[in-house]
């Protein structure tokens, strides 16, 4: 029963912020924070109705032997007990949400204030490795900022991934915040590439001082204080959710550092916590650049694996282990804790039996073990900063310690139930954290498991252990599938071989020798030195292994191409086998459901798809177009295309994999056509990239360029075409006998006899009927110059150039257009590929309100 209503709350709370977060929430006065905290009636309401519920509960089990008005009366109670129960979590959920959403800013300023550090920084600046500064700070004493002007070169900072693309306006009308939460940040790889201009190497200087931003202190800074965006990023990285889950109210672009940075005289056990992390830091960063990038990577996972600080781990050492499956192993889980806690204990209980042994006239050996346990696993885990796993773990601990102490009948699973709804009730974000999902779905899992094999009794012999381990493994793997996709839309095939030696080397050596060298550390700190530096060599060495693996083949992942509906039906398939109050029968229903939606798959595109893919790029568009039956030469029939334009001039450097792993989600085994509609040599290292993994058949690159590319290349000019059944890619502009390559941009003309369905674009008009044929313009123009040669060369239109009674006009906003092209055009559904925003959506319509007036 007690999983039916975790299952219930999870469901509850998960949607009420997700609806909290999509719709706003106006102020409900009676829900204010401050009305819920000083009012006692709500807490005692709230105690008795869990009292109720559980009372309730029980009584209505003891009379399902009754029958009558009694059995009707008890059932009755359970329910209306339970509803309450339920609509307790509902208040707490929208109370916390709304404190939250009170204070997020709705528009972005500039302001100078005073910045309080609580906790290590995200991220270290150093400008030598490129690495740029992020740390979450309480500002406070909030003013508007003067002369912005003077800090226009440090506003900019395209590669943040929260980055809001606002100028940092004085907004007089703006009520600041008494005190806020933010992200502060600081780029040191644009201030190295523009190291050339004295004002930006003045700032380079300045911005060496945060790094002397360490816990317990604070200074004046002028920020950009810009509102976090809800849109999710290309990889399927929700930054909002992200930012919610820490209480993180806005971002923070760090314009200068205005004053000393001095102590803020806290003096918290949380705050000496946090000091300590930050010691240990500067231990390991000693020495940095002197050290080779594998020797710093080796002692940066060190340290993660000792205080949970994952803030020298660089983004190859990440992918390195997300690509190998173990990606868990770098997070501070319930073995950390409960390893500590258990030698620290026998430690206390040695020496309690050695010299103060009365101490047992008040006290048991087992309680003194007990407490020692709880208090050690409480405050490792605010060391290494409350993640969910040690969360979890003390959690556990505590409701297991009183559950025995009170003699409460509650088994283990039902522990960890209780515990997870103590999660939700103290902290509803939580449920959009995947280390919770994670934590509590393993250990679950590894419940169920254990008690499935508690009664063998095989007798121990390495050959059996090696094959449990292995029937562990893939359970664990089989089990966890549907969540992991859902959660990260991918899971790497690696993990299933990875975890078997993994899991067994971090748990039984690496980890007891970091814990070990942790706790002689202030004894003993050469011997502490020499333990981590043993363990660095080790994990070193596991890199390299590991490294050497993956190299074999790194296409060995699982995306997510069914949706959502699909994972759930998968979820609900599994449950059975883990929860055992559901009859393992209804599984086959789930099963069933699956399977169907896994054979009619393909029946879920139309006849003809046009896509807009998602880049963390502003100035890139990126459409895929697919048609059924539209390329006989290909080996499923399918015409599949892939048009990219580059307004911005700047292609970051994981745009290829990005684009290679969004193509990947969407089932894409080939590409009839890639088109790069805009001038830009950056893109043969992405296409090349693309065509290493998906075949190519064709690529037609805008500009006068030596192809670079390991495929044939076309230009994609004035009269290019290609022709298959019922759909036709044709080049109207692209001028490239003109040596300008404002002239060079390609647009498209799509001619098919399939009505398009659209997807992921904004749209500012649809007017589309249905018709024999579809004409669709894909703009890939840069300047307004390409627009006008084509208005002056094709004046009169002809069956190929011809644009008028345009079915669908797709661009970006930053593509160009001109009043005369659209009025011949005159689309009847006018598209951005921008990303649907509130922002881009007033953008896009300041566009057409300009050119067609």
């Known amino acids: 029963m007690i999983w039916l209503i975790f299952i219930l709350v999870v469901l509850l709370v998960f949607g009420v912020l997700t609806a909290s977060a999509d719709l706003g929430v106006s102020t409900i006065g009676f829900l204010s924070s401050d009305v819920i905290q000083t009012n006692s009636v709500f807490w005692l309401l709230s105690f008795f109705w869990i009292v109720c519920a559980l009372l309730s509960q029980k009584f ?10 009694i059995k009707n009366l008890s059932f009755g109670g359970f329910i209306f007990s339970m509803l309450g129960f339920l609509g307790l979590f509902v208040i707490q959920t929208l109370v916390i949400y709304q404190d939250f959403y009170q204070k997020i800013p709705k528009e972005s300023y500039t302001v100078t204030a005073t910045v309080r550090i609580l906790e290590i920084s995200d991220s270290v600046y150093d400008e030598k490795l490129g690495t740029h500064y992020r740390q979450k ?23 943040n991934p929260f980055y809001t693309p606002e100028a940092p306006n004085v907004k007089k009308n703006i009520t600041l915040p008494k005190e806020l939460t933010v992200l502060l940040t600081a780029n040191a790889k644009k201030d190295q590439l523009s190291n050339k201009k004295s004002n930006t190497a003045k700032s380079q200087s300045e911005f060496l001082v945060l790094n002397q931003l360490v816990p317990n202190t604070q200074t004046t800074m002028t920020l950009v204080i810009s509102p976090v965006s809800k849109e999710i990023g290309a990889t399927g990285f929700d930054g909002y959710r992200w930012l919610a889950t820490r209480h993180i109210h806005a971002n923070a672009k760090i314009l200068s550092v205005e004053d000393k940075i001095v102590s803020a005289q806290a003096s918290d056990v949380d705050i000496y916590l946090q000091m300590l992390r930050q010691t240990l830091r500067n231990h390991f960063y000693q020495g940095w650049h002197n050290l080779s990038e594998d020797q710093r990577q080796a002692k940066a996972v060190t340290l993660s694996l000792l205080t949970g600080d994952r803030a020298l781990i660089n983004k190859d050492t990440k992918d390195l282990y997300q690509t190998a499956g173990i990606s868990h192993l770098l997070a501070i889980s319930g073995t950390h804790v409960v390893f500590l806690a258990i030698c620290l204990a026998l430690l206390v209980v040695f020496v309690t039996n050695k010299w103060f042994y009365n101490l047992y006239l008040f006290v048991s050996s087992n309680t ?15 060391f290494t900063g409350f993640e969910v796993p040690a969360m979890r773990t003390v959690y556990m601990l505590i409701a297991a310690v009183m559950a025995r102490r009170l003699a409460m009948p509650f088994a283990t699973h039902q522990i960890l139930a209780v515990t997870a709804l103590v999660m939700i009730w103290l902290d509803p974000f939580v449920v959009w954290q995947a280390g919770f999902w994670l934590s509590f779905v393993a250990v679950l899992l590894l419940m169920r498991y254990e008690n499935n094999t508690v009664n063998d009794k095989k007798a121990f012999n390495i050959k059996q252990q090696v094959v449990d381990l292995i029937k562990l493994q893939t359970w664990l793997f089989i089990t966890m599938l549907p969540i992991s996709v859902l959660l990260f839309g991918k899971v790497s095939l690696w993990g299933l071989g990875v975890n078997l030696f993994a899991v067994g080397l971090f748990g039984a050596i690496i980890v007891p020798i970091n814990l070990m060298a942790g706790m002689i550390y202030s004894v003993v700190p050469s011997l502490a030195t020499l333990l981590w530096d043993l363990s660095a060599l080790i994990l070193g060495k596991f890199h390299d292994i590991t490294a050497f693996l993956t190299a074999f083949n790194q296409d060995l992942w699982i995306y997510h191409q069914l949706g959502s509906i699909a994972i759930l039906f998968g979820v609900l398939a599994i449950i059975p086998f ?3 109050i559901f009859n393992k029968r209804f599984t086959w229903i789930a099963l069933s459901v699956l399977a169907m939606m896994a054979i009619n798959k393909p029946t879920q595109m139309s006849d003809f798809d046009i896509q807009v893919l998602p880049s963390d790029d502003y100035g890139i568009s990126q459409i895929l177009m697919r048609q059924k039956d539209a390329d006989p030469a290909s080996v499923n029939h399918q015409a599949v295309w892939l048009f990219v334009a580059d307004f911005s001039g700047r292609i970051n450097a994981k745009h290829g994999k990005i684009l290679l792993e969004n193509l990947k989600k969407q089932g894409i085994t080939h590409l009839t056509g890639v088109v790069m509609q805009t001038p830009s040599k950056q893109f043969f290292d992405v296409i090349n990239q693309l065509n290493s993994k998906i075949p190519i058949h064709r690529y037609w690159q805008a500009g006068a360029f030596e192809n670079q590319s390991t495929l044939a290349m076309s230009a994609c000019a004035d009269g290019q075409v290609w022709q298959g059944d019922g759909l036709s890619v ?6 490239q006998e003109i040596d300008n390559q404002m002239v060079w941009g390609c647009s498209l003309k799509i001619i098919s006899n399939q009505k398009p369905t659209i997807k992921n674009a904004l749209i500012i008009h649809d007017n589309l009927d249905d018709k024999q044929t579809y004409q669709i313009i894909i703009n890939g123009a840069a300047d307004k110059k390409v627009w006008q040669i084509f208005d ?14 345009t079915d669908v006009w797709i661009t970006h906003t930053q593509g160009a257009m001109i009043s005369e092209i659209l009025a011949r055009a005159n689309p009847a559904s006018m598209m951005f590929t921008d990303k649907n925003t509130s922002q881009n959506h007033q953008k896009a319509q300041q566009i057409m309100a300009e050119i067609l007036p």
């Open 60 to 69: 209505w089990q003891k009379s399902k032997t009754t029958v009558g008005l």
């Open 137 to 159: 700070a309480v500002i406070s004493d909030l003013k508007f900022a003067d002369n912005t002007h003077r800090y226009a070169q440090n506003a900019y900072n395209s590669e």
């Open 368 to 382: 003194l073990r007990l407490c020692v346990m709880i208090g050690v696993s409480l405050i490792y885990a605010m």
């Open 578 to 580: 883990v929860i055992p």
């Open 730 to 735: 044709r080049a109207i502009t692209g001028w």
């Open 792 to 805: 002056k060369i094709c004046p009169v239109p002809t069956a190929q150039n011809s644009i008028d009674s």
